[in-house]
């Protein structure tokens, strides 16, 4: 779930270009961090609103009726269906993209924090059984801020070019997507389930860096350009906010299993 706009200019390295004296480049990314920080506090919100019980005919609307389909498959529809429809994005269009899927996002995780709440289990379709709390889900949250926080900073301070293996990760992410998607038609597998928990959680990390540098490279590209810039600004904060939502339900379904 993670292959957006990642615009760059081929012409310039990863080791030409000087952060440390571009105001305009470390305006850039606050921005795009500070987007990403909104959106997971508003997911959070949403998720705790939810699973936490308080309005029983809300949780009921989203988990338990056909409404669940949309939070379970929208986030992919819309992330296909911008690929082809958003030929020449918009901020506003790119906006309104990225909260959407935020706010399915967050209204998806809410499963944990209802099962943190009536303190049940859940299984896979593997056989898996998953059970949490408050306490696991913070663990898991600080393990992914803290990995998040430090994959890009290597990916923004690097000189190394990240490109080749970013390529590859993102067409390794979406053959475990299409391997996902197709292991319904097969019996399920706990083996199968496992490799595919750690396959995201190692290619969503490279992709933290990966995509950490392409937004400098984006901010080289579009320069000057106020609203090419608007549009870079959504895309990173929607692909940082995916990457991020990958890594801590990975690590909150191991930290989980029982």
Known sequence: MNDFNRAYTPS????????AVN???????????????????????????VGSNTFPPLTEFVLFSPFRL???????GLILISAFAMKRPSPLGTAVLYWTIVTLLGLSLSVWVL????????????????????????KAFF???TAFGALSLYGYTTKRDLQPIGVVAIFALWGIVGMSLLSFLFPPSGFFE????????????????????????SYFAFEGDERGLAVMTNWGALNFFILFYNIFVTILSLLSRR
Do not use: C, W
């Open 194 to 217: 496992t490799a595919i928990t750690v396959g995201v959680l190692a290619i969503s990390g490279v992709l933290v860096a990966f995509d950490t540098q392409n937004l400098k490279r």
């Open 70 to 76: 949309v939070v379970q498959f929208g986030p992919i």
């Open 115 to 138: 099962m943190a709440t009536m303190n049940t289990e859940a299984a896979s379709r593997a056989g898996i059984v998953y059970s949490t709390t408050f306490i696991t889900i913070a």
């Open 23 to 49: 105001e305009g480049l470390r305006a850039f990314m606050l921005g795009v961090y500070q987007k990403l920080a909104y959106g997971i506090a508003l997911a959070g919100g949403l998720a705790f609103l």
């Open 143 to 145: 393990l992914t801020a």
């Open 12 to 19: 310039t390295g990863a080791g030409s270009m000087d952060m």
